[in-house]
């Protein structure tokens, strides 16, 4: 199935959907899904599998590095060690852009939800409560004349004369079974079935408003882990700060020394 429903950008690495009347006709749990796979085919989606290959084989590196740095010592230890703060503030810069890809996607998609979820209000609030009782009072109607007209064939078809039963009164039970098992067929298919939640039948409003909430959780997760990113950054900028410092001044934990100095006591001798 194509973009139909989403108007994305030719250009760039962005996401751009719109809550059609397409979009809002499809079932609740199919929106959703539809929803995801628009994400998925954007050039935003498609950039950050990128970003997530490229932080993958820095990871390698990263590890590969430390392993040869337990085996360095000197210059060479230096040396590995100004490399490894290099790969890890380049590995965050790398994590920085998806995070502020699923940060921007996120945010459009409870925007969209949010759309859906004032469009299915107000199509369902579209009827009046006139307009309502009217439709009711047809459909009852419109049940009890069909009941009429299956009685009257039921009787003329049962029996054709006062002990004689009609030819035709088992193919028409046997029709009036198989409209039954259609009729169930239809009201079970999951392309019919109301959307669900922890197995509750729900309304399309309810099931996009519980769309929203979980959202919702998962902007509160991404706000947790660019706290955590924020750390990691103060980590890599402390570790090559100390590395600045070592180079410049030594090693924190290597005593000073100073140099030997004639004390005028040891020469006071010579004078006497």
């Not at 590890?63 to 000197?74: I, T, W, Y």
């Not at 009609?166 to 079974?177: G, M, V």
Request: proline share 2%; aromatic share 6%.
């Amino acid at each position: 199935m194509g973009c139909t429903h989403f108007g994305l950008a030719s250009e760039g690495r962005n996401w751009d959907p719109v809550a059609s009347d397409k979009l809002i006709k499809l079932p609740a749990n199919i929106i959703e899904k539809r929803i995801q796979q628009d994400f998925e085919a954007s050039p935003m989606a498609l950039h950050i599998v990128e970003l997530e290959q490229h932080m993958q084989d820095k990871l390698s590196q990263l590890k590969s590095l430390r392993e040869l740095m337990a085996d360095s010592e000197g210059e060479d230890l230096i040396n590995q060690r100004f490399e490894l703060v290099q790969q890890k503030s380049e590995y965050l810069d790398l994590m920085q852009e998806a995070q502020g890809l699923r940060q921007n996607a996120l945010a459009k998609k409870q925007g969209l939800y949010q759309t859906v979820l004032g469009k299915l209000r107000n199509k369902n609030g579209r009827i009046s409560q006139g307009e309502v009782y009217l439709l009711q009072q047809k459909q009852a109607e419109a049940r009890h004349r069909m009941q009429k007209v299956l009685a009257q064939v039921d009787n003329g078809l049962m029996h054709s004369g006062l002990d004689q039963r009609s030819p035709y009164a088992d193919e028409f039970a046997l029709n009036l079974a198989k409209v039954e098992d259609l009729k169930n067929a239809i009201s079970k298919h999951k392309a019919n079935a109301s959307p669900t939640l922890g197995d509750v039948e729900v309304t399309s409003e309810e099931y996009v408003r519980q769309l929203l909430m979980q959202a919702s959780t998962e902007q509160s997760l991404l706000d947790q882990e660019a706290l955590m990113f924020s750390y990691m950054a103060k980590l890599v900028a402390l570790d090559a700060q100390s590395l600045e410092y070592e180079i410049s001044y030594g090693d924190e934990n290597t005593d000073l020394t100073q140099r030997n100095r004639t004390k005028p006591a040891a020469v006071a001798n010579l004078f006497l």
